[in-house]
């Protein structure tokens, strides 16, 4: 866990000196708002479009990452710019926009201090996710950790499932969970 901890530090450092906007997002956001299961890695995300400058970053603080052109990779720490899913013919695009920026927090992580998203769109991604333990995933105990520990803005819930193009589908998810949004 040291090792990750001493590279999450690294990382805030480089994207909060560059002033890029960035975001805990996945597992380690739900860490940190009710699930309080190992974090195994964490995962970022950044604004679309900056992937290559943040591998420049890495690069150039002697660090060497792998970068696939969708994600960099490096020593447990995953950065994204884009996490658009597409499933059955549908596109429901995840990207840090204007209403999730808005919403970043400062929280502290492993001994850094990062911004992480708001609990209400890690709660509509793992619920569009919708993965268990048959793939070795946690999306929804995660989501149920979150939904009993945080008090959710449902006006906002239901505007990132507007987002995701996803309102139909998650609102009958937040509905078996029992929220009333």
Do not use: C
């Amino acid at each position: 866990m040291s090792l990750i901890a001493g590279n999450l530090a690294v990382v805030q450092r480089l994207l909060d000196g560059a002033n890029m906007p960035w975001g805990v997002f996945a597992g380690a956001a739900a860490h940190l708002y009710g699930n309080r299961r190992p974090i195994q890695d964490v995962d970022l995300l950044i604004m679309r479009g900056q992937l290559p400058q943040v591998v420049k970053l890495l690069q150039g603080s002697g660090k060497a990452v792998q970068f696939d052109g969708q994600r960099i990779l490096w020593r447990g720490i995953k950065i994204f710019d884009d996490l658009t899913l597409r499933r059955a013919g549908q596109t429901y695009p995840l990207l840090l926009d204007e209403p999730m920026r808005q919403r970043l927090r400062r929280m502290p992580l492993l001994g850094a201090q990062v911004g992480v998203v708001a609990p209400e769109d890690v709660i509509a991604h793992k619920l569009l996710l919708g993965r268990g333990q048959a793939e070795g995933k946690h999306d929804q105990i995660d989501v149920e950790g979150i939904v009993r520990r945080q008090k959710l803005d449902h006006a906002y819930l239901i505007e990132r499932a507007r987002l995701l193009n996803a309102e139909v589908l998650l609102r009958e998810r937040f509905a078996a969970l029992g929220l009333e949004v």
